[in-house]
């Protein structure tokens, strides 16, 4: 999705921001970062940008009155592509406008780097980019030297680990009327209600309906479907709900092209069952205000990724495990009565 071997860095800016809640305060630098030699560039660059290249959700930037113009990182992104000098007064904007989203007492401060980076391709096209990164979690490093016919040994505190990026953007040139393209990285401590200012509060983004978040979104409203909602309306054993799953993974991953009719033909089968799955995609589409094609091309991406989620297994009790990858008639469940404990059967012609 997004690579960086065309790349270079333009100018980087260095800022400190505080907690408010913590009586915390911001610290703006004078002038952009002076980077004297070639290591430390190649060394930003990796830290910055490497983790993006994993970073399959495309956002746009939006705002919940429906006016982009209110939303603070557009103007000041804007502010930076249509005139470079003015790039590290923007840095500055975009330091307090953090400072003031960063309530939270869960909210770390640490150090704000805002970057012009040239060449960064997204989607194989080379763009302009600007890159917001948040150092938060500091660490010990020991250093090792020759010293007097033998080594020394000493340390360093609170130095900043190059392959862990705790929070980042990346804004593209590109696509201004929509909010931009932007992607994102966040690895968030401090809870989950510490988490919403990065994503929700500071940069405030809504995921673009491509594709990938197409097929994304279908498999985890399946997902929920099969292993939620079936159990309000039908009985089924977990036998036959990974079953269901297994069915639908199997579609995602042979075909091309996503056709809602013929999905609920060949993996659900029952009329039933498909008019009300069909009302649970209809309910998360308006609830979340996320419409989903009734077609759609299929990203082998997204199909990698919920595949990891998608289980296909049986627990029972703290004995046993049951992985179920085909034919689920080959399983049978029962009930012995003089044990009073339920049981499976299962059937097969070799053992591995």
Do not use: C
């Not at 800022?15 to 408010?20: F, K, P, R, S």
């Not at 330091?95 to 060449?119: D, M, Q």
């Not at 309906?209 to 309306?233: A, C, H, M």
Request: hydrophobic content about 35%; proline content about 2%; charged content about 30%.
């Amino acid at each position: 999705m997004v690579t960086f071997f065309e790349a270079s860095l333009d100018t980087i800016s260095v800022h400190h921001v505080g907690n408010q809640s913590q009586n915390e305060m911001y610290s703006l630098s004078d002038v952009p970062l002076e980077l004297k030699d070639d290591i430390i560039p190649n060394l930003l660059m990796q830290y910055f940008l490497k983790p993006f290249e994993k970073a399959n959700e495309v956002y746009h930037l939006m705002h919940s009155s429906g006016d982009l113009a209110l939303n603070e990182l557009h103007h000041f992104a804007t502010m930076a592509f249509e005139d470079k000098e003015k790039f590290h007064e923007a840095s500055e904007q975009i330091a307090k406008h953090l400072y003031k989203v960063s309530t939270h007492p869960n909210i770390k401060g640490g150090e704000l780097y805002v970057v012009y980076f040239n060449e960064v391709q997204i989607e194989g096209n080379p763009l302009d980019a600007i890159g917001i990164f948040k150092s938060e979690n500091k660490e010990t490093y020991l250093k090792v030297y020759p010293d007097k016919g033998g080594f020394a040994v000493d340390y360093e505190q609170d130095a900043i680990n190059i392959n862990k990026l705790d929070k980042g953007v990346l804004i593209f040139n590109i696509e201004k009327e929509n909010g931009y393209k932007v992607v994102v990285i966040d690895k968030t401590t401090g809870g989950q209600e510490a988490a919403v200012y990065w994503k929700d509060e500071f940069l405030q983004l809504k995921i673009r309906n491509d594709s990938y978040n197409q097929t994304s979104n279908t498999l985890g409203i399946y997902k929920n479907f099969v292993t939620q909602k079936l159990d309000d309306e039908f009985e089924m054993s977990k036998a036959d709900k990974i079953d269901l799953l297994n069915r639908s993974m199997k579609y995602f991953k042979e075909k091309e092209t996503f056709d809602l009719d013929e999905f609920a033909e060949e993996v659900i089968s029952n009329p039933e069952a498909i008019t009300s799955f069909k009302n649970f995609k209809n309910q998360y589409e308006e609830e979340f205000d996320t419409p989903i094609g009734d077609s759609f091309e299929i990203s082998g991406n997204a199909v990698k990724k919920q595949a990891r989620i998608y289980k296909s297994v049986l627990k029972l009790d703290k004995n046993f495990h049951i992985y179920i990858h085909g034919d689920n008639k080959l399983i049978e469940k029962g009930f012995d009565d003089d044990k009073a404990m339920n049981y499976y059967k299962v059937y097969f012609k070799e053992e591995a």
